[in-house]
């Protein structure tokens, strides 16, 4: 019996990397997950690796990008596990370039895929989760460093999720839904790639993280996620948490 026993939990973006990470983690407390994404194939092995494990999952295909696919996944989750309690906004496309050189394209790919889907999964998965809801969105570091040039649309599109985020946990509450954000830093294939290409950047890069490594996406930030959709943190809302190494150190 995990922390998590009996609760159903939406995982979008949940293919790889750290939502592919929090998802396996909630599976290990429990939960039984709806393993979403735009690639099939990825969604599909996520889910058999946590079946092969003793867990219960079931992969849902869908982009973000578009309303009716969102309505119609929060449907599907509903109708295939019965119910929905807890929801990870993870999926977000990636915006860098400065200023001056983001495409209005771009910057709008990443408001659809950031904070505007995030509010839509937010509203359609609501009516499911009265009483006995938890959402978890992401945020990132980006949007609350000193200096965020060259990715300050991503930045943008992330802190506007933070206000979601706040607004949800104060017209929610009386709903009985917590909203929260955690803010994460998880080494991924990407890193590792610009790390073997920018060695020199990317050792000074570290020297930013005082626990001095990339998090783990199962094993440091899936716990963090696991711990904000249980009762040991019922008392928790609005709340952004770096989970990061301290690299952040929000005040």
């Known amino acids: 019996m995990g922390v998590l026993t009996g609760r159903v939990a939406l995982v979008t973006g949940a293919g790889q990397g750290v939502?592919?990470?929090i998802a396996r983690a909630l599976a290990a407390e429990g939960a039984r997950l709806a393993i979403v994404g735009r690639t099939s194939q990825k969604i599909e092995d996520v889910a058999a690796e946590i079946r092969s494990e003793g867990g219960e999952a079931h992969a849902f295909t869908c982009d973000v990008l578009i309303p009716e696919q969102i309505e119609q996944l929060v449907t599907d989750v509903v109708e295939h596990f019965g119910s929905l309690s807890i929801l990870v906004n993870n999926a977000?496309?990636?915006?860098?370039?400065?200023?001056?050189?983001l495409s209005e394209m771009e910057y709008f790919r990443g408001m659809e895929s950031g904070p505007l889907a995030t509010w839509r999964l937010m509203r359609a998965s609501h009516p499911h989760m009265r009483g006995h809801g938890t959402v978890?969105?992401?945020?990132?570091?980006?949007?609350?460093?000193?200096?965020?040039s060259g990715y300050g649309g991503?930045?943008?599109a992330k802190e506007a999720i933070r206000v979601l985020t706040r607004t949800a946990a104060c017209e929610w509450a009386?709903?009985?839904?917590?909203?929260n954000a955690i803010l994460p830093l998880a080494?991924?294939?990407?890193?590792?790639?610009?790390?073997k290409?920018?060695?020199?950047?990317?050792?000074?890069?570290?020297?930013?993280i005082p626990l001095g490594r990339l998090g783990d996406s199962e094993t440091d930030i899936g716990p963090a996620v696991v711990f904000l959709c249980s009762e040991s943190s019922r008392y928790i809302t609005g709340h952004s948490l770096p989970v990061d190494g301290g690299q952040v150190l929000m005040r």
Do not use: C, F, K
């Open 92 to 101: 977000q496309s990636t915006v860098h370039g400065e200023l001056l050189d």
């Open 197 to 208: 290409i920018n060695p020199e950047e990317s050792a000074e890069y570290m020297t930013t």
């Open 136 to 148: 978890v969105n992401l945020g990132s570091a980006a949007g609350v460093r000193w200096n965020p």
């Open 174 to 179: 009386a709903d009985g839904i917590r909203v």
């Open 187 to 195: 080494n991924s294939p990407a890193l590792e790639d610009w790390a």
């Open 19 to 21: 939502g592919r990470g």
């Open 154 to 156: 991503y930045a943008a």
